[in-house]
């Protein structure tokens, strides 16, 4: 699929079977589907509305096995805006997580100018390995917003998505008001004003 200039790029990151490709399907095509059936990596298209106009939210749901470092870096470095999807039930999985994070703070310098979300999905299972204070912590040591969803159940995955977008708008406010604008803080500066879900 060709890239267009004004998309907002999403990228979901996350070990294999945490539910990405879920609540990515569960977010634009509104299905959810009880086989698993593992990703190489795919890309969709959302429209939103920016202010007055209207932008395309494109959200690439990368594969949960083994992604070569090379498109790691690719990808982060493409991206404006991060989903970090770990499943409550897998402590593992939310400790692979790790590396992601600090690769993306390695490429993007910081993730504090940037949306980046830590999402708990699976949150209607019981079996439990990770408990939302817990993760909760790791966001806040990670100085990133954090959620827990249910692809299954179809809660907060609109919330998921629209949170991203206040974050970049907060975040473009705060540019504003500041009047700092770094050259790679320009770069991301892809949505402007109020964005919502349409
Ligand atoms: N109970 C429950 N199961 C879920 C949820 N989300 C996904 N699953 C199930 O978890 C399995 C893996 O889901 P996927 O969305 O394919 O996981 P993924 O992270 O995209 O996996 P990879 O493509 O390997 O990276 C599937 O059997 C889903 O039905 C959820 O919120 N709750």
Redesign the pocket.
């Known amino acids: 699929m060709p890239e267009q200039s004004n998309d907002y790029r999403v990228v979901v990151f996350?070990a294999?079977?945490?539910?990405?490709?879920?609540l990515v399907l569960r977010f634009v095509k509104g299905t959810f589907?009880?086989?698993?059936?593992?990703?190489i990596e795919d890309t969709y298209r959302q429209v939103i509305s920016c202010d007055k106009s209207v932008c395309t939210l494109q959200i690439t749901?990368t594969?949960?096995?083994h992604q070569f470092p090379a498109m790691q870096r690719l990808s982060i470095s493409k991206g404006h805006a991060f989903i970090l999807?770990f499943s409550v039930t897998s402590k593992q999985s939310l400790e692979e997580l790790g590396p992601i994070y600090k690769l993306i703070v390695q490429i993007k310098g910081s993730v504090e100018d940037i949306p980046v979300m830590l999402v708990g999905?699976?949150c209607?299972?019981t079996q439990r390995e990770v408990d939302t204070r817990e993760a909760q912590a790791v966001a806040q040591e990670w100085k990133c917003a954090f959620m827990e969803?249910?692809?299954?159940?179809n809660y907060n995955v609109k919330e998921l998505f629209q949170e991203l977008l206040t974050l970049e708008t907060r975040r473009n406010m705060s540019l504003n008001i500041d009047g700092k604008r770094s050259g790679k803080q320009k770069r991301t500066d892809r949505v402007k004003g109020k964005c919502t879900l349409m």
């Open positions: 996350g294999g079977g945490v539910g990405k490709s879920s589907r009880d086989t698993y059936i593992p990703t749901d594969t949960g096995s999807v999905n699976k209607d299972e969803t249910s692809a299954k159940m």
